[in-house]
């Protein structure tokens, strides 16, 4: 799926995670370095899940890579410095398994190194798991891009408050 897909996921796991009001009575940094292990964790199990139904690649993969990185760091910049560990940790759990897996063959091939290539680590990289569609036809995939980003809006509208906070 599109790094800008990982990145929304990322956004929708920190709110949905981030109990403003526990941790502002808690202020407590282990609280939120606690919270942004489960996000880095259910962002790398989200990313699994978006990697594993069907989907197509609608965005073109350098317009992709520049805005989602333009994205994480535009949202982590806005967000308070207090819930930054956590957002960050989001953004690192939902793009940590692209990063493992394909970085290194994207690299040699966008800049023209010649750094070694490794076995995928994780299942939904692998063909057998993968639910990329190459086919052309993606209209399944259209409709989960919709409810994807449907998911995540009503995260952020039911969790509004909190969203205000961290955006501080």
Same mark, same amino acid.
């Given at each position: 799926?599109?790094?800008?897909?990982?990145?929304?996921?990322?956004?929708?796991?920190? %709110?949905?995670?981030?109990?403003?009001?526990?941790? #502002?009575?808690?202020? $407590?940094?282990?609280?939120?370095?606690?919270?942004?292990?489960?996000?880095?964790? %259910?962002?790398?199990?989200?990313?699994?899940?978006?990697?594993?139904?069907?989907?197509?690649?609608?965005i073109n993969s350098k317009i992709d890579v520049a805005i989602g990185l333009v994205m994480i760091l535009v949202v982590t910049w806005?967000?308070?410095?207090?819930?930054?560990?956590?957002?960050?940790? $989001?953004?690192?759990?939902?793009?940590?398994?692209?990063?493992?897996?394909? $970085?290194?063959?994207?690299?040699?091939?966008?800049?023209?190194?010649?750094?070694?290539?490794?076995?995928?680590?994780?299942?939904?990289?692998?063909?057998?798991?993968?639910?990329?569609?190459?086919?052309?036809?993606?209209?399944?995939?259209?409709?989960?891009?919709?409810?994807?980003?449907?998911?995540?809006?009503?995260?952020?509208?039911?969790?509004? #408050?909190?969203?205000?906070?961290?955006?501080?």
């Open positions: 799926m599109n790094v800008l897909f990982h990145t929304t996921t990322a956004i929708g796991v920190a %709110v949905l995670l981030t109990n403003t009001n526990q941790l #502002e009575k808690a202020n $407590s940094l282990t609280n939120r370095i606690t919270t942004g292990i489960v996000a880095f964790t %259910v962002g790398a199990i989200s990313h699994g899940a978006l990697d594993y139904i069907p989907h197509c690649y609608p806005l967000t308070h410095k207090r819930y930054r560990i956590i957002v960050g940790a $989001s953004f690192l759990g939902c793009i940590f398994p692209d990063i493992a897996d394909l $970085s290194p063959a994207i690299m040699n091939k966008q800049v023209g190194l010649n750094l070694p290539v490794f076995p995928k680590i994780f299942p939904w990289h692998w063909h057998a798991y993968s639910g990329s569609i190459y086919t052309g036809d993606c209209n399944v995939s259209t409709i989960n891009h919709l409810l994807l980003i449907v998911v995540i809006c009503a995260i952020c509208w039911y969790r509004q #408050e909190d969203v205000k906070r961290m955006i501080g």
